[in-house]
């Protein structure tokens, strides 16, 4: 069969039911972005909306504001907005810090937890900073309370025995895009008496999620990729509200206190979701935040779902048609049942051609040893965009464009 042509992908565009959530971000007319998966796009609100916080809510209202504004309430206030996305009743996330501090308060709850367990049970491709910090927190308490155990994606299940406290997942491999079935493992893992935290950072807003139908214990996911919070927006925490009177998490800051405002020399956690705060929240940020929770809100999450499994297919087609013969290899799953919403593929050049691609305004990213990474956001990529973004990529793999010196050359952020 022919591979689409430009005005195919015109046609699906103009039959998008999500085509109008595009005029709710900032993007430049000429500019491809497909790097949602690394940080979402600023969200046209949010600037009037952070405007107003500063000028009215700090510059006016100062102090008053924690009260007559609901600073106070904000991190559950934005985590029931993002429990929406994931699959949670109210009551069970709360924005808080970054994903690895949030990875360190479920560790170390679930060794306290589980009694006479110390194995942690992770996969060999998984986050480095969610494997750094359960290394930290046995070097913190010992090895002989805390020992990380990586295996294979195929045999997470096998691994998990009666020492397991813990089995740590991410649900969407960053790399490739793999998903894995977050109902079977939890089934597995509770049926050796283990608990399951899945990191959700690539799946929040880019898949749908079902915690409280699949049974999780908890989870953990950053604020700032598909969420389009800003870059280093807060994270968040699950806690499946069965485990809220016994998952006592180590940083005790009086945000998680039960009166924090009683001012007691004496720590004493708060028995719902709050106990998984420590300090003083981001006010701004979590404003920020919100205002991107509020246009998801409008979302419906089954139609972003299809519209990505379609882009995401799209651009394999477009790519194996028109760039075949040029050393790309999808790392990838082919079925879109399988994936998140990206896509990988490796290539020996990998690094210059997706710097060679920014300079052409496509903007992908880079994970190293050779993969280039394209994240797909249907609340703002277009059919249209996918083409184009070939098209350029046509190019430049026809050109060797990218062997220009000036594409070789590595900055600190791939």
């Known amino acids: 069969m022919a591979s689409p042509t430009r005005n195919d992908c015109l046609a699906l565009d103009s039959r998008d039911q999500l085509a109008d959530f595009r005029n709710q971000f900032q993007l430049a007319d000429d500019l491809i972005y497909l790097d949602g998966n690394s940080l979402g796009v600023l969200p046209r609100a949010t600037k009037a909306r952070l405007l107003d916080a500063v000028e009215i809510e700090w510059g006016q209202d100062l102090i008053k504001s924690w009260n007559k504004h609901g600073w106070m309430h ?73 020992q990380l155990n990586l295996v294979s994606p195929d045999d997470v299940i096998s691994a998990i025995d009666d020492d397991t406290a813990l089995v740590m997942l991410t649900q969407v491999d960053f790399r490739t895009g793999r998903i894995y079935d977050m109902d079977a493992i939890t089934k597995a893992a509770h049926a050796k008496g283990a608990l399951v935290c899945w990191d959700l950072c690539h799946s929040a807003g880019a898949i749908p999620v079902l915690l409280d139908e699949c049974n999780v214990d908890f989870a953990v996911g950053c604020g700032y990729k598909y969420l389009n919070g800003g870059p280093g927006a807060p994270a968040f925490v699950y806690v499946a509200k069965r485990h809220l009177a016994k998952a006592f998490q180590p940083l005790s800051g009086w945000h998680g206190h039960a009166s924090p405002f009683d001012f007691s020399t004496e720590f004493t956690p708060a028995n719902t979701i709050e106990s998984f705060l420590c300090g003083t929240p981001s006010v701004l940020a979590m404003i920020a935040l919100e205002v991107s929770l509020d246009i998801w809100a409008e979302a419906d999450m089954t139609a972003v779902r299809k519209k990505s499994m379609a882009l995401c297919d799209l651009f394999i087609e477009l790519v194996e048609d028109r760039c075949a013969n040029h050393g790309f290899e999808l790392i990838s799953p082919r079925d879109a049942n399988l994936r998140g919403s990206q896509v990988s593929f490796s290539h020996s050049d990998g690094f210059p051609i997706t710097q060679a691609l920014i300079a052409a305004n496509v903007v992908g990213d ?49």
């Open 74 to 146: 904000l991190p559950t206030r934005v985590g029931d907005k993002i429990a929406g996305l994931i699959g949670a009743k109210a009551g069970q996330v709360v924005a808080a810090d970054s994903t690895s501090i949030n990875v360190y308060k479920v560790v170390s709850s679930a060794l306290k937890m589980q009694k006479g367990r110390i194995k942690i049970i992770s996969d060999q491709g998984n986050f480095p900073t969610d494997l750094y910090m359960v290394q930290g927190i046995t070097n913190q308490i010992g090895r002989d309370k805390c």
């Open 366 to 414: 880079f994970r190293a040893p050779n993969v280039l990474r394209f994240g797909f956001t249907p609340l703002y990529t277009s059919y249209v965009d996918v083409w184009d973004a070939v098209d350029r990529l046509v190019n430049i793999m026809a050109t060797k464009s990218y062997d220009a010196p000036e594409f070789n050359v590595r900055g600190a952020v791939t």
